[in-house]
């Protein structure tokens, strides 16, 4: 079974911290994906990366970076969290498109509140 | 995403009865992806549909596609609680498995 793993399930930062989400999947999947879920608006891209180094912008990328130095491993960065970056953030994974099946994998999320 | 509705956006079915939730674009889709979610928690891939006119089942759970790959539509026959959640669908618009959203239905089954 593919298994994404995020780093953490809750977390409670204050305003200005400098705040990481981690995100490990052990699929050997090519992209990585991080949105954010907000109720009412559905589940935003922030970012994705296709390949190791390799990123690209989604819908929403401000205030937001991501760092993909190993295949398994994708992370999101947010360089000084704000109050309206509380949300619950979900990170993905799949194979690239042309394989048999490429459907997104997900993680069990981090509800991340900034006081 | 404006791109990609979803509806109803809530739905509460007694137990046994069915329902039908629907997905609609505006573009024509490379691929319609159906997942769901339990309140606070990840997204579970149910089913993908990828040609005009596909349907797929799972269990109770069938999800079609229609000839002009612009519309989805997912039914669940005899509703059980179990089937409460939150179903989204996403759009595959451009072929690159960067998928678009709806905003999702919350469905309840009252027993």
């Known amino acids: 079974d593919v298994k994404v793993t995020q780093s953490s399930r809750y977390l409670v930062k204050r305003t200005g911290e400098k705040v990481f989400l981690e995100c490990v999947q052990d699929?050997?999947?090519?992209?990585m994906f991080w949105y954010r879920q907000d109720p009412g608006l559905g589940l935003r891209l922030i970012y994705f990366?296709?390949?190791?180094?390799?990123?690209e912008k989604g819908d929403i990328p401000e205030g937001y970076s991501v760092s993909r130095e190993k295949k398994e491993r994708f992370s999101l960065i947010l360089e000084s969290a704000s109050t309206n970056q509380t949300s619950m953030y979900l990170c993905?994974?799949?194979?690239?498109?042309?394989?048999?099946?490429?459907?997104?994998?997900f993680g069990p999320g981090t509800r991340l509140t900034v006081t | 995403s404006q791109e990609l509705e979803q509806s109803p956006q809530s739905l509460i079915v007694q137990e046994g009865k069915n329902l039908t939730i629907n997905c609609t674009s505006s573009?024509?889709?490379?691929?319609l992806y159906w997942y769901k979610q339990k309140y606070g928690e990840g997204l579970i891939f149910l089913m993908m549909?990828?040609?005009?006119?596909e349907e797929k089942s799972h269990e109770k759970i069938t999800a079609k596609l229609d000839e002009k790959k612009q519309q989805s539509s997912l039914h669940i026959t005899a509703s059980q609680p179990s089937h409460a959640g939150i179903y989204l669908c996403?759009?595959?618009?451009?072929?690159?498995?960067?998928?678009?959203f709806g905003a999702g239905t919350i469905l309840r089954v009252k027993s």
């Open positions: 993905a994974s799949s194979y690239a498109p042309g394989r048999d099946s490429y459907e997104q994998y």
């Open positions: 996403g759009a595959d618009m451009e072929y690159g498995n960067k998928l678009v």
């Open positions: 549909l990828q040609k005009g006119g």
């Open positions: 699929m050997d999947h090519e992209n």
């Open positions: 573009k024509t889709l490379y691929g």
């Open positions: 990366s296709y390949d190791v180094k390799m990123k």
